[in-house]
T-cell receptor
């Protein structure tokens, strides 16, 4: 396993266009997380999945954002009608399943997908 | 999840120990304390975590205060490759919430 893979690494788009990012987690990891990071800030939580179920969404995830994880493997994050404020690094991470000691499970991050909206 | 407070930046000389502090006064009894670091243009990477006892691994040591309201990440001998932003996180059952972290500069 080569870790968490994100594609594309860079995306430049014009305002109003739709974009989709893909994340392939570590295969045995049940949990998958999406974060957004802007310059000089820490990663901001967007949403997470356990298997195919989306268990929590941040208020940051507006109606223009949608995330899926069909079959509990890879995940996609789609942004519709992009705005310049969507320009950021979109990070995906995965971890082993939750449980009694879920707080101990560590995240493995991908390298991120950088979005620039012109 | 526990909110954490860290200094915005710190400096260290190369090959000297670095102590990175974190306050997490609202941490619950079941929240683990995690540390991650992020090098420029990369995703965060795991450094260390613990619940109550001090922890050591090949990257660092984690000293947790007895009341668990604070912790310190210890890099025993800073190298130039340790220059990064270090995040302290109090992790509950579900999510990780990152703050703005401490930007560590290592001076040759």
């Amino acid at each position: 396993d080569t870790g968490v893979s994100q594609n594309p690494r860079h995306k430049i788009t014009k305002r109003g266009q739709n974009v989709t990012f893909r994340c392939d987690p570590i295969s045995e990891h049940n949990r998958l997380y999406w974060y957004r990071q802007t310059l000089g800030q820490g990663p901001e939580f967007l949403t997470y999945f356990q298997n195919e179920a989306q268990l929590e969404k941040s208020r940051l995830l507006s109606d223009r954002f949608s995330a899926e994880r069909p079959k509990g493997s890879f995940s996609t994050l789609e942004i519709q009608r992009t705005e310049q404020g969507d320009s950021a690094m979109y990070l995906c991470a995965s971890s082993e399943r939750g449980g009694r000691k879920a707080g101990a499970n560590v995240l493995t991050f991908g390298a991120g997908s950088r979005l620039t909206v012109l | 999840d526990a909110k954490t407070t860290q200094p915005n930046s710190m400096e260290s000389n190369e090959e000297e120990p670095v102590h990175l502090p974190c306050n997490h006064s609202t941490i619950s009894g079941t929240d683990y304390i995690h540390w991650y670091r992020q090098l420029p243009s990369q995703g965060p990477e795991y450094v260390i975590h613990g619940l109550t006892s001090n922890v050591n691994n090949r990257m660092a040591s984690l000293a947790i205060a007895e009341d668990r309201k604070s912790s310190t990440l210890i890099l025993h001998r800073a190298t130039l490759r340790d220059a990064a932003v270090y995040y302290c996180i109090g992790r509950g059952f579900n999510q990780f919430y990152f703050g703005t972290g401490t930007s560590l500069t290592v001076i040759p």
